[in-house]
């Protein structure tokens, strides 16, 4: 609001503030590579670290005081003419700065999509890593050649000693056939099969046509 006096003086008083602009301002500056995303899927704010380029969590709490130092930024930057009052108290309360960063849930909301596997954005941790690491087991380890067994024991064995490479969470042996199974479908159009025969055990789980590769991915 500004108000004018008689001898031609003027003075501006911020009475409210844009809730949504400074929600959005949370998301970061895009031409300096700056990104915050509120990933929906795990009620989790997002930050991402330029350098290796990784998204990691963050808190309402530090957003919190990431709009408080913006806003001070901005009482800095003011003339004379502004009362800056409201501007370093009120506007930087908690209870307007709790107020931005809910709002800033909805603004900067992005779906499970954010980070599948598929998807350009990577985080320190998360399955979509395992799925990642699964796509590339797939097609730089295993290889195609008739009348070739690999057994669902060893290719697990193997992907379990590429994730302790990568410093990752071991998975379970179904969670590992529940990302694989469906890779190796598509790239050779063989199933898991519960009927091979091995060495003359029977009833061995695998899958034929399909060899792993003794190689280590870069």
């Known amino acids: 609001m500004r108000e004018s006096s008689c001898d031609g003086f ?9 809730v949504d602009f400074f929600a959005g301002m949370l998301g970061g500056d895009k031409r300096l ?21 990784i998204y990691k969590p963050t808190t309402p709490e530090k957003l919190q005081n990431y709009y408080r130092a913006m806003m001070l ?7 004379n003419e502004t009362d800056k009052l409201n501007l370093f108290v009120e ?13 800033a849930k909805s603004i900067l909301a992005a779906d499970s999509s954010f980070f ?29 050649d008739s009348g070739k067994i690999l057994m669902l024991h060893d290719a697990y064995a193997a992907f379990c000693s590429l994730l302790k490479q990568r410093e990752l969470e071991p998975v379970k042996r179904s969670d590992f056939k529940a990302i694989v199974v469906p890779l190796i479908r598509n790239e050779f159009d063989v199933a898991l099969r519960n009927d091979l025969v091995v060495d003359g055990r029977q009833g061995v789980r695998g899958w034929k046509n399909v060899k792993l590769i003794q190689t280590v991915l870069t």
């Open 10 to 18: 003027s003075r501006v008083n911020p009475i409210s503030i844009n």
């Open 33 to 53: 590579g700056h990104s915050v995303i509120y990933f929906e899927p795990e009620l989790q704010f997002y930050y991402r670290e330029p350098v290796p380029n």
């Open 73 to 79: 930024r901005c009482v800095q930057e003011l003339g």
């Open 91 to 103: 506007f930087r309360s908690d209870k307007t700065a709790k107020a931005v960063v809910h709002r």
């Open 116 to 144: 599948s596997a598929t998807s350009p954005h990577q985080r320190i941790r998360g399955i979509e890593l395992h799925e990642r690491l699964a796509i590339k087991f797939v097609d730089e380890l295993l290889t195609a």
